[in-house]
């Protein structure tokens, strides 16, 4: 760009200085008289502003032009404001200086003077700007800069761009074409260029929208902090005032822990009994983490995991377990507890309770967090498993009681009502009495069928609080476990056991409500037969048995066909995973033929396998319809044969009801367990998760803040007992801050060194230690969470860029591009359509230079105190590859890199060379090389071949 000699009139101030776009369009528009004007109306887009002489100064206020007025410039003499466009929340608002001069110009007007080809040759492929285009282009430049500025308010002044500056612009490859773009003339001509401004300012408000919110949401945090402190301040000054004024018992007793007077650790530990978790204290939690809040880390101290739930319509009257929640005010932590039909806020110190009602939950901020229970450190059974799961459903077990007591007591009424009135008023012509047992019968009807639906609903809402609870400990329990669980099965048999629970509550929806109603009317009518008549009841109670064994066998026989279903599933659900991360494969080698006919012959052999299932219920449904006639017949048969004469007509009526209904429970139940029978596969697929041990327990030490000092001692490791050794006898010591390369053959257990070093394997002799603990007497998540780690061929998680490299921590944007920077990577993500937000799928989207740089800025965004590094610049260029270097150097962490690569390799502080599972060499890479009969040497003399 040239220089404007306008803008050096400064060193001539003998001379009166006239603004460029003044003199140029001072004649267009019509005066407006600023004297006594507060604000100037600046209209809509059809208008510009030309400001004459003096100062406007542009604020953005609400569309409405109510609340706060964000200043966002001053527009000196010679600015050309466009009036302010429709859509933003914001719009602009002008207040002029003392001595402020405007112009208002419309559109109209400024085509209507306005000829293009002046004094221009209309054959030249390039034409000096005619003044007024020159005028325009600037004005606009200096009003437009303003609006972009405002938001960059922390931008450091000497990055400031003037109007007159000289900016060089860098041309990626390729072919620029000079001269052949569309000139300010034929925008101006053809109405373009207005347009564009339009919608330039459009996109500039819409930043200034979200700085606005930026700015407000910042102010909310700084209030709700201050408020905190301010409270935080009066206990302790309450605390010094009570101590001062106590008696000599109390100033003898012992100071509570930190974490017992901290509000929000006596919060979340009320609301963690309610839900039967234990809590650790926050001191015990290891290194604290600024971007975690309070809750958070008591929680990760604790081994508990978190989720945040919105507050939303009339939440306090539906019980979502304990939650913990703040006051939108203060920001004050309270204990959001579930008691008498709605929620109450509990304040642990002083032990008051307040029911949440409408104006309450509107003094609560919308957000609450909630704690999920861990199952214990123990092998679970099926009877443990369902004692947790019901902890805190004591009211739904006495609700189910009580409504099957009084379903039996009532279910017995029609047996014995029907026996009466067939068998004694009916004879007896009593109607009257008819009439009342009749209307007795039916009131006993209509209440029996409320307990029903009471009970019912227990059932479905029990069902629905052991799949809440279990699902969630099932998923913890499985992130809990250690690596070589995972290495010993599949992806099927993983994806089975993490949704084993809902799969199974699936399998007996409506299982739970029929067999608990149907067994407590059968236990009522057992009670009534043998009233009447034992030997009659026991023969009864045969044929009961006889089903029941039936119906057992058909319920075996139906889980041998249902355990190979699920085995085969799993295997179809391996294959589709396995065919569509090798799609890209298989389409090379022309092979997606063959794939679907493998896929299809296993789909075919489960369809076969579910007729099969199905032709089992399909006998059961048969049996259940014909075997109660058949044994009413076989009753009938008896009382008329050797039990003639033993009862009255009445009685036998009564009788015959009793079995007919004591068959009809017995029948639902057994059909509802061989339903149920499905399930019992499903939960062999959840065992080996109940039954492995967690990698982290509680009896483990937190590390502490690590300095980076790690030292392996006799480590030797196979992958079987019968295996050979993948290590053998390897011992290390990394000092704080060190840069350690590991090189060596294929095969000669780098990678299994690293496994090792990160806790994923233990060796079969030896101990790994951090800064002189052993790793397996730490927390070994904990150890982690300070490291930083790539290993080789990862893949990023599916999601954007921006999800990817935070992960589930709240890093800022300006976190992640300074990650990004980090490995290299910022300018590719500046090139991508949607930024940070680019949408990528199991790295499918990049790559694989960029997956490797995308996964490097996942782990040094975390500044660990130690990176491990497997082969994870393997696919980078030189300059990449310095990039990493130079930014892991200035972390000043201990680094353990593997790799083959010599320009990596003489970075390091430290090679070692390992060959068959054994370490031969180590020292400085200089040292190394020098010696032409080391192993180091030789390894580069076959890379440079």
């Known amino acids: 760009?040239?220089?404007?000699?306008?803008?050096?009139?400064?060193?001539?101030?003998?001379?009166?200085?006239?603004?460029?776009?003044?003199?140029?369009?001072?004649?267009?528009?019509?005066?407006?008289?600023?004297?006594?004007?507060?604000?100037?109306?600046?209209?809509?887009?059809?208008?510009?502003?030309?400001?004459?002489?003096?100062?406007?100064?542009?604020?953005?206020?609400?569309?409405?032009?109510?609340?706060?007025?964000?200043?966002?410039?001053?527009?000196?003499?010679?600015?050309?404001?466009?009036?302010?466009?429709?859509?933003?929340?914001?719009?602009?608002?002008?207040?002029?200086?003392?001595?402020?001069?405007?112009?208002?110009?419309?559109?109209?007007?400024?085509?209507?003077?306005?000829?293009?080809?002046?004094?221009?040759?209309?054959?030249?492929?390039?034409?000096?700007?005619?003044?007024?285009?020159?005028?325009?282009?600037?004005?606009?430049?200096?009003?437009?800069?303003?609006?972009?500025?405002?938001?960059?308010?922390?931008r450091p002044a000497d990055e400031a761009v003037a109007d007159d500056d000289m900016l060089w612009m860098p041309v990626p490859p390729g072919t620029v074409q000079y001269g052949a773009g569309e000139a300010a003339a034929d925008l101006l001509v053809d109405g373009a260029l207005w347009q564009r401004m339009v919608n330039q300012q459009y996109r500039l408000l819409s930043a200034v929208d979200r700085w606005i919110e930026q700015l407000e949401r910042a102010h909310e945090d700084r209030a709700a902090a201050g408020m905190k402190a301010g409270e935080t301040v009066r206990a302790r000054a309450d605390q010094a005032l009570l101590a001062s004024i106590g008696g000599p018992d109390r100033a003898g007793r012992k100071?509570?822990?930190?974490?017992?007077?901290?509000?929000?650790?006596?919060?979340?530990?009320?609301?963690?009994?309610?839900?039967?978790?234990?809590?650790?204290?926050?001191?015990?939690?290891?290194?604290?983490?600024?971007?975690?809040g309070a809750v958070e880390r008591i929680a990760v101290a604790s081994r508990v995991r978190t989720r945040a739930v919105r507050l939303e319509g009339r939440w306090w009257r539906t019980d979502s377990g304990p939650l913990v929640g703040h006051w939108a005010k203060s920001g004050a932590p309270v204990a959001l507890l579930w008691r008498r039909g709605r929620y109450e806020a509990v304040n642990p110190a002083s032990g008051l309770r307040m029911r949440i009602g409408e104006e309450k939950a509107a003094e609560l901020e919308p957000r609450a967090v909630m704690f999920y229970r861990p199952l214990p450190e123990r092998p679970m059974t099926p009877l443990r498993l369902l004692g947790f799961s019901l902890r805190g459903a004591g009211g739904d077990v006495r609700n189910l009681a009580l409504a099957g007591l009084v379903t039996v007591g009532l279910g017995a009424l029609v047996p014995i009502a029907t026996g009466r009135i067939l068998g004694?008023?009916?004879?007896?012509?009593?109607?009257?009495?008819?009439?009342?047992?009749?209307?007795?019968?039916?009131?006993?009807?209509?209440?029996?069928?409320?307990?029903?639906?009471?009970?019912?609903?227990?059932?479905?809402?029990?069902?629905?609080?052991?799949?809440?609870?279990?699902?969630?400990?099932?998923?913890?329990?499985?992130?809990?476990?250690?690596?070589?669980?995972?290495?010993?099965?599949?992806?099927?048999?993983?994806?089975?056991?993490?949704?084993?629970?809902?799969?199974?509550?699936?399998?007996?929806?409506?299982?739970?409500?029929?067999?608990?109603?149907?067994?407590?009317?059968?236990?009522?009518?057992?009670?009534?037969?043998?009233?009447y008549s034992v030997p009659l009841a026991l023969v009864a109670m045969a044929m009961l048995l006889v089903i029941a064994v039936v119906f057992l066998g058909l319920g075996l026989w139906q889980v041998r066909w249902q355990r190979r279903l699920v085995e085969l599933n799993n295997k179809l659900n391996n294959q589709a995973f396995q065919t569509l991360r090798g799609l890209p494969k298989l389409r090379v080698a022309a092979a997606e033929s063959f794939a679907y006919a493998a896929w299809a012959r296993e789909f075919a052999r489960s369809r076969e396998l579910q007729q099969r299932a199905g032709r089992i219920r399909n006998v059961t449904t048969v049996l259940d319809a014909v075997y109660l006639p058949l044994c009413s017949l076989i009753m009938f048969m008896l009382l008329a044969g050797p039990a003639?004469?033993?009862?009255?007509?009445?009685?036998?009526?009564?009788?015959?009801?009793?079995?007919?209904?004591?068959?009809?429970?017995?029948?639902?139940?057994?059909?509802?367990?061989?339903?149920?029978?499905?399930?019992?596969?499903?939960?062999?697929?959840?065992?080996?998760?109940?039954?492995?041990?967690?990698?982290?327990?509680?009896?483990?030490?937190?590390?502490?803040v690590l300095s980076g000092a790690i030292e392996a001692r006799n480590l030797s490791f196979r992958y079987s007992d019968d295996a050979p050794l993948v290590l053998d006898d390897v011992s290390l010591d990394i000092r704080p801050g060190e840069f350690v390369a590991v090189v060596g053959p294929s095969g000669?257990?780098?990678?299994?060194?690293?496994?090792?070093?990160?806790?994923?394997?233990?060796?079969?002799?030896?101990?790994?230690?951090?800064?002189g603990q052993d790793l397996t007497a730490l927390d070994q998540a904990a150890v982690r969470r300070q490291c930083g780690v790539v290993l080789q061929n990862a893949q990023p998680l599916t999601g954007s860029i921006l999800d990817c490299i935070s992960g589930a921590e709240s890093f800022s944007q300006e976190e992640v591009w300074a990650a990004a920077e980090m490995a290299g990577l910022a300018e590719d993500i500046r090139r991508m359509p949607m930024g940070l937000h680019t949408m990528i799928a199991g790295g499918g989207a990049i790559s694989g230079g960029q997956r490797q740089r995308l996964m490097i800025a996942q782990a040094l965004i975390r500044r660990p105190r130690i990176l491990f590094l497997d082969e994870a610049t393997s696919a980078l260029d030189n300059e990449a590859q310095r990039i990493v270097i130079d930014s892991t150097r200035r972390l000043n962490a201990t680094r353990l890199v593997i790799a083959h690569r010599l320009s990596t390799v003489m970075d390091a502080d430290r090679v070692i060379v390992m060959s068959a599972g054994r370490i031969v060499e180590q020292g400085p890479p200089s040292a190394l090389l020098s010696d032409p009969r080391g192993h180091l040497y030789e390894l580069v003399r076959r890379q440079m071949r």
């Open 748 to 771: 000669c257990g780098k990678s299994t060194l690293l496994r090792l070093l990160i806790g994923f394997d233990r060796p079969v002799t030896g101990s790994v230690l951090y800064d």
């Open 424 to 531: 004694v008023y009916v004879p007896a012509g009593q109607t009257s009495l008819i009439v009342q047992v009749a209307l007795a019968v039916m009131m006993a009807g209509v209440v029996s069928a409320a307990f029903m639906l009471m009970q019912n609903l227990t059932v479905l809402r029990m069902e629905g609080r052991i799949e809440s609870v279990l699902q969630p400990a099932v998923w913890d329990r499985l992130l809990r476990l250690p690596t070589k669980f995972f290495a010993e099965r599949s992806t099927g048999e993983l994806a089975s056991a993490a949704m084993g629970i809902s799969a199974i509550r699936r399998v007996l929806t409506g299982v739970g409500p029929v067999a608990v109603q149907a067994s407590t009317v059968g236990a009522m009518n057992v009670v009534l037969l043998l009233f």
């Open 644 to 704: 003639r004469g033993s009862m009255t007509a009445g009685e036998f009526l009564t009788f015959s009801t009793s079995v007919t209904m004591l068959l009809t429970s017995v029948t639902q139940v057994t059909g509802a367990l061989v339903s149920a029978a499905a399930a019992l596969p499903l939960f062999e697929q959840i065992k080996p998760v109940l039954d492995e041990a967690p990698e982290v327990r509680g009896s483990t030490t937190q590390p502490g």
């Open 1 to 154: 760009m040239s220089v404007h000699p306008e803008a050096h009139q400064e060193a001539h101030p003998q001379v009166a200085a006239v603004d460029p776009v003044v003199h140029a369009l001072g004649a267009l528009g019509s005066p407006v008289d600023c004297a006594g004007l507060r604000t100037v109306p600046l209209e809509g887009p059809h208008v510009l502003w030309l400001v004459v002489a003096g100062g406007l100064d542009l604020f953005a206020v609400d569309a409405a032009q109510q609340g706060h007025w964000h200043f966002l410039g001053r527009l000196e003499a010679g600015s050309l404001l466009l009036g302010p466009v429709e859509g933003p929340q914001h719009t602009l608002v002008g207040r002029p200086t003392q001595d402020c001069a405007l112009r208002r110009i419309g559109l109209r007007e400024l085509y209507a003077g306005y000829d293009p080809y002046a004094g221009r040759d209309p054959y030249s492929t390039y034409a000096e700007p005619t003044p007024l285009e020159h005028a325009f282009a600037l004005g606009t430049a200096r009003s437009l800069g303003v609006l972009f500025e405002a938001p960059l308010d922390g």
């Open 255 to 292: 100071k509570s822990s930190a974490a017992a007077d901290d509000a929000t650790y006596a919060v979340c530990r009320q609301v963690a009994r309610a839900a039967g978790i234990t809590l650790a204290e926050p001191s015990a939690s290891g290194v604290a983490d600024e971007r975690t």
